[in-house]
T-cell receptor, first 118, second 112 residues
Framework: EPEVTQTPSHQVTQMGQEVILRCVPI?????FYWYRQILGQKVEFLVS????????KSEIFDDQFSVERPDGSNFTLKIRSTKLEDSAMYFC????????????????FGSGTRLTVV | DQQVKQNSPSLSVQEGRISILNCDYT??????FLWYKKYPAEGPTFLIS?????DKNEDGRFTVFLNKSAKHLSLHIVPSQPGDSAVYFC???????????FGTGTRLTIIP
């Protein structure tokens, strides 16, 4: 079964450093998402991305965050200057069509990258 | 701002019995609801969904019930199996939005 692949599985970074989280969505998918889950809290939407631009973003997704699809396969989330409160599990997801949240299939999540900011 | 609430952080059920996981929402704009299952060290996996025009959707051992007037939905798993032990997230979406709003999850443990 096709998978969304995220690397690394765990990243430790110093406060103030830039970090890039990488995702390889399923190959024929066109819509891409980042979510995060702070330990013990709910999974929160960060951003959706389609046709090389952000289609929707949350209040969490401020100027410190950016997303990019640098080539035909990768989808990255960059945090410019990490803060302690950015420590969380970051999930990438993809779907083949718009409206995956409203169809009978949802979208496909990766296994996540655990980011620890020290 | 808990628009989607799962008030039970954990639930233990005997193997073979019915598991009932509950979810409440406050946002009237939500009109599509999904359940995701998550094992440790894995991402959430889509399980089952329901549109607000329905009050029930069934898929094998899994049934989701929606009570719009009470803004409440529930996931029934019957019979429960050991492999069902996981964290279950309720999520909701509204028309025109691509994002999902998740609850905090319920950890289900099936006791053999």
């Amino acid at each position: 079964e096709p998978e969304v692949t995220q690397t690394p599985s765990h990243q430790v970074t110093q406060m103030g450093q830039e970090v890039i989280l990488r995702c390889v969505p399923i190959s024929n998918h066109l819509y891409f998402y980042w979510y995060r889950q702070i330990l013990g809290q709910k999974v929160e939407f960060l951003v959706s991305f389609y046709n090389n631009e952000i289609s929707e973003k949350s209040e969490i997704f401020d100027d410190q965050f950016s997303v990019e699809r640098p080539d035909g396969s990768n989808f990255t989330l960059k945090i410019r200057s990490t803060k302690l409160e950015d420590s969380a599990m970051y999930f990438c997801a993809s779907s083949p069509t718009r409206g995956a949240t409203r169809g009978g299939y949802g979208y496909t999540f990766g296994s996540g990258t655990r980011l620890t900011v020290v | 701002d808990q628009q989607v609430k799962q008030n039970s952080p954990s639930l233990s059920v005997q193997e073979g019995r019915i598991s009932i996981l509950n979810c409440d929402y406050t946002n009237s704009m939500f009109d599509y609801f999904l359940w995701y299952k998550k094992y440790p060290a894995e991402g959430p996996t889509f399980l089952i969904s329901i549109s607000s025009i329905k009050d029930k959707n069934e898929d094998g051992r899994f049934t989701v019930f929606l009570n719009k007037s009470a803004k409440h939905l529930s996931l029934h798993i019957v019979p429960s199996q050991p492999g069902d032990s996981a964290v279950y997230f309720c999520a909701a979406s509204s028309f025109g939005n691509e994002k999902l709003t998740f609850g905090t999850g319920t950890r289900l443990t099936i006791i053999p």
